[in-house]
């Protein structure tokens, strides 16, 4: 089953404006991941934030972790056309086996031009 | 190309038939996973693979399903007698050993059509 909800399921934008996504979950956790998928096609990693972090930057990504919100938000800033895809939040279980992924189900992203 | 190879991309089967997908993880990749995914949801955890041992399934993987990594290194997962619920993009991803889960690294993935 889904970890958790993500908020907007769809966002269109367009080129240049920033795309903000959220992400709930439920469990306690070790790292929360976001990953991008292009329509049919695998995942592709963006950022890991761990437990312990509250912020991190890569390029044009923005993520933030409140743990005691259960939530966590994807910033991409000066959008381009390239960034249409769905992005999904995905955590990793702090405790038990160190297996499996849990994503959330997803922002479907549209950036036009 | 050493990234995490799936074949076939695509398949197209009529109820009742087996089908066998293959994933061939990043070399030193210790691990593997299978995860199926649904128009319009997230990924979903099927199994896990340390090495040829299987660690986890989960209850999503019925009697119907069996997987598979005999030597560590390519993995396989067979459905029987398919049925329609079974359509579905099925994925695989490989990671490196470590004490928490980290980045996982995914495959094209394999399209299933059960007619």
């Known amino acids: 089953s889904q970890q958790g909800e993500e908020d907007p399921q769809a966002l269109s934008i367009q080129e240049g404006e920033n795309a903000t996504m959220n992400c709930s979950y439920k469990?306690?956790?070790?790292?929360l991941q976001w990953y991008r998928q292009n329509s049919g096609r695998g995942l592709v990693h963006l950022i890991l934030?761990?437990?312990?972090?509250r912020e991190k930057h890569s390029g044009r990504l923005r993520v933030t972790l409140d743990t005691s919100k259960k939530s966590s938000s994807l910033l991409i800033t000066a959008s381009r056309a390239a960034d249409t895809a769905s992005y999904f939040c995905?955590?990793?279980?702090?405790?038990?086996?160190?297996?499996?992924?849990?994503f959330g189900t997803g922002t479907r992203l549209q950036v036009t031009l | 190309d050493t990234g995490v190879s799936q074949d076939p991309r695509h398949k197209i089967t009529k109820r009742g038939q087996n089908v066998t997908f293959r994933c061939d993880p990043i070399?030193?990749?210790?691990?593997l996973y299978w995860y199926r995914q649904t128009l319009g949801q997230g990924p979903e955890f099927l199994t896990y693979?340390?090495?040829?041992?299987?660690?986890?399934k989960s209850r999503l993987l019925s009697d119907r399903f069996s997987a598979e990594r005999p030597k560590g290194s390519f993995s396989t997962l067979e459905i029987q007698r398919t049925e329609q619920g079974d359509s579905a993009m099925y994925l695989c991803?490989?990671?490196?050993?470590?004490?928490?889960?980290?980045?996982?690294?995914f495959g094209p993935g394999t399209r299933l059509l059960v007619l």
């Open positions: 934030i761990r437990s312990n972090e």
């Open positions: 693979f340390q090495n040829e041992a299987q660690l986890e």
């Open positions: 995905a955590t990793a279980p702090r405790t038990g086996t160190a297996s499996k992924l849990t």
């Open positions: 991803a490989s990671s490196p050993s470590g004490r928490a889960v980290e980045t996982q690294y």
């Open positions: 469990t306690s956790i070790n790292n």
């Open positions: 070399s030193e990749h210790n691990r």
